[in-house]
């Protein structure tokens, strides 16, 4: 299957800072997703973007599919945005997940 | 709200009983999935459903078998529990391309 990398396994914030997570996929693709697991185990789905940008209030995403790379920006951090986040790809009909970034964000 | 529910959402049971995870969908797709988390590990497909009695096996399929008689349920069967099926399982529908999952169940196997 695609092996897909999520960096940094862990991030800790203040909140009001920014932050950058980073998706490395090792296939060509033709979905990507975005979601954000809270701290109750529910999936959030935050973008789908196989190529471009997109932006939804304070975070946005980038996807360069011919280099393989999919990246979260969260703007002005809130602690509502702690949880995991998770970046899946489709390959034929199966969703594949990375590991996730676990990010606290500290009042 | 893509419109999924799963029953139960939490369940112990015992080594080698057999177990039935259910989920429900409103909108009449299509595609259905089952998932399992585990730490370490993301979410895994185990099964997927293309349609009425339509099924096909995910990346770990291994003990588990499924069953779709109608539209709006894909059901997912532990014919024999294990400890190491002890894991959070979710269900998805896909719209397009994107996506959508239920609130999990969480099934601990003593």
């Known amino acids: 299957g695609i092996q897909v990398e999520q960096s940094p396994p862990d991030l800790i914030l203040q909140e009001g800072a920014n932050s950058t997570l980073r998706c490395n996929f090792s296939?060509?693709?033709?979905?990507l997703q975005w979601f954000h697991q809270n701290p109750w185990g529910q999936l959030i789905n935050l973008f789908y973007i196989p190529s471009g940008t997109k932006q939804n209030g304070r975070l946005s995403a980038t996807t360069v599919a011919t280099e393989r790379y999919s990246l979260l920006y969260i703007s002005s951090s809130q602690t509502t945005d702690s949880g995991v986040y998770f970046c899946a790809v489709t390959g034929a009909n199966n969703l594949f997940f990375g590991t996730g970034t676990r990010l606290t964000v500290i009042p | 709200d893509a419109g999924i529910t799963q029953s139960p959402r939490h369940k112990v049971t015992e080594t080698g009983t057999p177990v039935t995870l259910r989920c429900h969908q409103t909108e009449n797709h299509r595609y259905m999935y089952w998932y399992r988390q585990d730490p370490g590990h993301g979410l895994r497909l185990i099964h997927y459903?293309?349609?009425?009695?339509?099924?096909d096996k995910g990346e770990v399929s291994d003990g588990y078998s499924v069953s779709r008689s109608k539209t709006e349920d894909f059901l997912l069967t532990l014919e024999s529990a294990t400890s190491s099926q002890t894991s959070v399982y979710f269900c998805?529908?896909?719209?397009?391309?994107?996506?959508?999952f239920g609130p999990g169940t969480r099934l601990t196997v003593l």
């Open positions: 459903s293309y349609g009425v009695k339509d099924t």
């Open positions: 296939d060509s693709v033709n979905n």
């Open positions: 998805a529908i896909s719209e397009g391309y994107e996506q959508f």
